[in-house]
């Protein structure tokens, strides 16, 4: 049974950091892509961060524009795990953030659609306070 388990949300003040952690088990995802989603309270689930593989050595990365410069996506392939470093958090960023894998490599626009991923985790809470 694949299982993606979501950690290190919290409350964090404006412009403060946190570091999520996606775990993943059941099956290595190490040549699949795999991104984050959010959704804050009232809204819908987007997207915020992909990647996946152009070729067999260079990672393809994409943002949604609204935390490009302030997020960083990385993976380790050998513990099967993703990250995401978010930092300059706003109240915006205030959301469920959600770890997903797909069974496919995807790269360019396609990464940013749900439907591509197969697997997802519980979501873990980010709350930004001003």
């Known amino acids: 049974q694949v299982q993606l388990v979501e950690s290190g949300g919290g409350l964090v003040q404006a412009g403060g950091s946190l570091r999520l952690s996606c775990s993943a088990s059941?099956?290595?995802?190490?040549?699949?892509?795999m991104g984050w989603f959010r959704q804050a309270s009232g809204k819908e689930r987007e997207f915020v961060a992909a990647i996946g593989w152009i070729g067999d050595t260079t990672y393809y990365t994409d943002y949604v524009t609204s935390v490009k410069g302030r997020f960083t996506i990385s993976r380790d392939s050998a513990k099967n795990t993703l990250a995401l470093q978010m930092n300059s958090l706003k109240p915006e960023d205030t959301a469920v953030y959600y770890c997903?894998?797909?069974?496919?490599?995807?790269?360019?626009?396609?990464?940013?659609?749900?439907?591509?991923?197969?697997?997802w985790g519980q979501g873990t809470q980010v709350t930004v306070s001003s």
């Open positions: 059941g099956r290595t995802f190490s040549r699949n892509a």
């Open positions: 997903a894998a797909s069974s496919h490599n995807v790269y360019g626009p396609g990464s940013r659609r749900a439907s591509v991923y197969d697997y």
